[in-house]
Nanobody
Framework: QVQLVESGGGLVQAGGSLRLSCAAS????????IGWFRQSPGREREFVAA????????SYADSVKGRFTISRDNVKNTIYLQMNSLKPEDTAAYYC???????????????????WGQGTQVTVSS
C-alpha cells in the first residue's frame, strides 16, 4: 500500500507562487508514475501535470504549461508541483496520485491511478 500526503496549499494573490509537496509512504514510489490533478466545486477532476517514474518525462495541461513545474526526489520519496504566476482560475483542491504501472510513461486521466492523497486547497485571490 502507498499513502500520499499533500501539503503546501494556501491562499495567495494572483501572480504569486506556491509549491505543493506530495510525500509518499508505505512503499517507495521510485518507479511509479505520479500525477497531479485538481478539482473545484461543481467540476470534474482535471489533469494538471504528470511525471514518469524516472522523472525524465513530464506532461502538463495546456492551462498550466509554462507556469507549473512537476518534479520528483526519489530519495525523499516526494513529488513537487511548483506553481508560478497563479491565476484565480487555478483555485481548486489539488490531489497527487500514483500508479504502479509505468507504461505508458504518462497518464493524463484519473483512471490509471491507484493511490490518491487527501488533497490540499489552493485559493488564488484576484
Amino acid at each position: 500500500q502507498v499513502q500520499l500526503v499533500e501539503s503546501g496549499g494556501g491562499l495567495v494573490q494572483a501572480g504569486g507562487s506556491l509549491r505543493l509537496s506530495c510525500a509518499a509512504s508505505g512503499r517507495a514510489v521510485n518507479n511509479y508514475g505520479i500525477g497531479w490533478f485538481r478539482q473545484s466545486p461543481g467540476r470534474e477532476r482535471e489533469f494538471v501535470a504528470a511525471i514518469s517514474g524516472s522523472g525524465i518525462i513530464t506532461s502538463y495541461a495546456d492551462s498550466v504549461k509554462g507556469r507549473f513545474t512537476i518534479s520528483r526526489d526519489n530519495v525523499k520519496n516526494t513529488i513537487y508541483l511548483q506553481m508560478n504566476s497563479l491565476k484565480p482560475e487555478d483555485t481548486a483542491a489539488y490531489y497527487c496520485a500514483a500508479r504502479t504501472s509505468n507504461y505508458p510513461a504518462i497518464a493524463t486521466t484519473p483512471g490509471p491511478y491507484s493511490y490518491w492523497g487527501q488533497g490540499t486547497q489552493v485559493t488564488v485571490s484576484s
